[in-house]
C-alpha cells in the first residue's frame, strides 16, 4: 500500500472513531438529561412529600395544643371550685372551734314541761291506779324527731344535724328550721336530747 492510500485509510479511521465518540457522547448527554430531569422531579415530588407532611404535622400540634388548652381550662375550673369548697369547709371549722373556745354564760337546762298529774279513776271503774298512771305516761311522752340529731353539746349549745348534712348551732330559745324553738337542752340518762313543742331531738345513727 501506497503512503496516500495509508494517509486515507488512518483519516478514515479517524473519521470512523470521531464519529462513534460523538455518537457516544450525544447518548451520554441524552442520559445525563434523563437521569437530571428524574432527579428533579424526584426533588419535587419529595420537597411536596416533605410540605404535607409538614402540614399534616402542624396541624397535629395545633389539634393537640387546643385539646391540651381545653383540659388546662377545665381542670382550672374544677380546682378553684374545690378550693372555694375547701374555704367554705374550713371557715365553718374555724367558726365551730371560735365558738367552742369562746368563754359563754352556761345556760342551766330548764326543766321538763310537768306533766298534769293523772285523775285518780272512779271507785266505781276497774282498773289500778298504776294502770292509769302507765297509760298517762305513754300518752304524754314527747315523740323523737326524725329529721335532726344531736350530734354534740357544749356550753349550753347543741350542734344539731340533719339529713342533708347541714350542721347548725343552737341554745336555748333559738328556733330549730323546720321544727320550731327549742325550749331546753337536757340530759337524759347517757344522751342529751333538744326539747322543743312538736318532740325531742335524740342523737341518731343514719
Known sequence: MSGSDMATSTLSQLKADVDAGRAETAR????????TGTIVKSGERI?????????ELTQRVTRMEQTLATKLV??????????????????????????????????????????????????VQTGSIAEAK???????????????????????????????????????????PGVGRAESIERRGRMWVVVTKDGLITPQDW
Open 28 to 35: 451520554i448527554s441524552g442520559e445525563i438529561g434523563r437521569l
Open 74 to 123: 377545665a381542670f382550672a375550673e374544677k380546682q378553684d371550685v374545690a378550693d372555694r369548697e375547701q374555704v367554705a369547709r374550713l371557715s365553718s371549722l374555724a367558726t365551730l372551734i371560735e365558738k367552742r373556745t369562746a368563754p359563754q354564760a352556761i345556760v342551766p337546762p330548764a326543766s321538763a314541761p310537768q306533766a298534769a298529774k293523772p285523775a285518780l279513776p272512779d271507785p
Open 47 to 55: 420537597a411536596e412529600d416533605a410540605k404535607a407532611t409538614r402540614t
Open 134 to 176: 302507765a297509760a298517762a305516761d305513754v300518752k304524754q311522752k314527747p315523740a323523737a324527731i326524725a329529721n335532726w340529731a344531736v350530734r354534740e353539746v357544749y356550753d349550753g349549745i347543741a350542734v344539731l344535724e340533719d339529713r342533708k348534712r347541714r350542721l347548725v348551732e343552737v341554745a336555748r330559745g333559738d328556733l330549730v
